[in-house]
């Protein structure tokens, strides 16, 4: 028993020695976790990165940089050309460095932009690589995006070539003429509409409500939105889609757009949207008069254009006054009904138009909504950006039209059309969520 005590120590003490002349080594070739270190392409031991993860517990760690250990044992087996545990060029770094910053070049996988140059930026500061920062570029993960410094609104129009650089919605593109009103692709103006709250429904003020206009409802529209000033004109909607559906062709390229499905008045804003570059508010399929579309996200949400909700109509209509039309008392005034308009439409703009500049919401085409038409629309105690139904069996319309009497004209008159139906008393204006 004497002579086994000296033994038993003993060999530990070689277990030591041998597991610090693995670290030496400073390879991983799978045996072992790496930690940072470097790497010959031989493994020495189990132990290659001295973190007492395998057969030395008392080994002490090998410092992790190439520059405290000199890089011990590396030979160099070839172009470290990729992010593979192995540092074949034995550079102390694992990957492409050509400018020698540490930083590994970001077409092989690390985060050096520009690895000539060990003054570009690293991508957690300049995302897409471009040359310019984040807080100096609209969008850092585009590459193809403009600089805030020549976009000021990062609208993708730099200030030369931007009406107002301070506003993303009023590019040359949205405003030919600059004069601070967007015009859409067909060629009609959009008139500005703030967030608000409103009380919508039969208000003291209307006379002969019918069911579907009870109770008087509260909503409240978080986002400000455009709205057509007129209606869409045959000669916009010619120049857009190529055709004239209008029963009252004769009428004249300055009469309202009529005898259009909502699905083909849909299909129209995404044809704006388009022609603008931006997003589609509709999933449409098919062409011509056979189109069908469906709402592709909320409309207070989409940035191109569309139809407005019926919240939004009915804001725009009454335009913070209490009267019975869109505009006057007076129906004569504002809306061509079935006592004045002969049976049919008139050129858009003829007659007054409401305190907010818009023209014939009351009268010549009844008018397409975003919405799904529901009864009870107004029975809810409040509502907050309001979208109507989840589906129904047609699609709201407002404002009354040629054929209409005076009650239909009326600023809280609803009524309900189906949406595949093409009639030459429908027609719709463009809206645009300011976002």
């Not at 092989?108 to 930026?121: R, Y």
């Not at 057509?228 to 909607?237: D, K, M, S």
């Not at 913070?320 to 049976?343: I, K, L, P």
Request: net charge negative; with cysteine; aromatic share 8%.
């Amino acid at each position: 028993m004497s002579t086994y005590t000296p033994r038993s120590t003993f060999f530990p003490a070689i277990t030591i020695a041998l597991a610090l002349t693995a670290c030496g080594d400073n390879n991983d070739a799978g045996t072992g976790p790496s930690t940072g270190t470097v790497s010959d392409g031989s493994d020495a031991g189990g132990d290659v990165d001295c973190d007492d993860d395998a057969s030395a517990p008392d080994a002490p760690d090998l410092p992790e940089t190439p520059e405290e250990n000199d890089n011990a044992g590396c030979e160099p087996t070839g172009e470290d050309s990729s992010i593979n545990d192995i540092d074949e060029d034995c550079d102390g770094i694992d990957g492409p460095d050509a400018d020698g910053d540490g930083v590994v070049d970001a077409d092989a996988g690390g985060e050096d932009c520009d690895d000539t140059d060990p003054d570009a930026p690293l991508m957690t500061e300049d995302e897409d690589c471009d040359g310019l920062i984040t807080e100096e570029d609209c969008d850092d993960t585009d590459s193809g995006s403009t600089a805030v410094a020549e976009d000021a609104d990062c609208d993708g129009l730099i200030t030369e070539e931007d009406c107002d650089d301070t506003d993303a919605l009023l590019g040359d593109i949205d405003d030919p003429e600059c004069d601070g009103i967007p015009t859409h692709a067909g060629g009609g103006d959009l008139l500005w509409m703030s967030a608000t709250e409103l009380e919508v429904g039969c208000t003291d003020e209307q006379p002969g409500c019918y069911d579907n206009e009870f109770n008087i409802m509260p909503v409240t529209l978080t986002t400000d939105y455009f709205l057509g000033e007129t209606e869409v004109t045959q000669g916009e909607y010619e120049a857009v889609m190529s055709t004239n559906p209008s029963y009252f062709d004769d009428c004249g390229a300055d009469c309202p757009i009529e005898r259009i499905s909502w699905h083909m008045a849909a299909a129209y804003t995404n044809a704006l949207s388009t022609a603008a570059d931006l997003e589609t508010c509709y999933t449409c399929t098919g062409e011509g008069d056979t189109v069908s579309c469906e709402p592709a996200m909320s409309p207070y949400t989409c940035a191109g254009y569309r139809l407005p909700t019926e919240a939004e109509w009915e804001n725009a209509a009454r335009c913070d006054t209490v009267s019975v039309y869109a505009g006057s008392d007076d129906v004569d005034e504002v809306g061509w009904s079935v006592r004045t308009s002969d049976s049919e439409t008139h050129p858009v703009g003829a007659l007054l138009p409401n305190s907010c500049g818009f023209y014939d919401l009351s009268g010549n085409v009844i008018e397409w909504t975003q919405d799904w038409y529901a009864a009870d629309y107004y029975s809810a105690d409040g509502r907050v950006d309001p979208v109507g139904a989840e589906a129904g069996d047609g699609k709201s319309v407002r404002g009354g039209g040629w054929n209409y009497s005076s009650g239909g004209l009326r600023v809280s008159y609803r009524n309900v059309i189906h949406d595949t139906y093409r009639v030459n008393f429908v027609g719709f204006r463009v809206a645009r969520t300011r976002l």
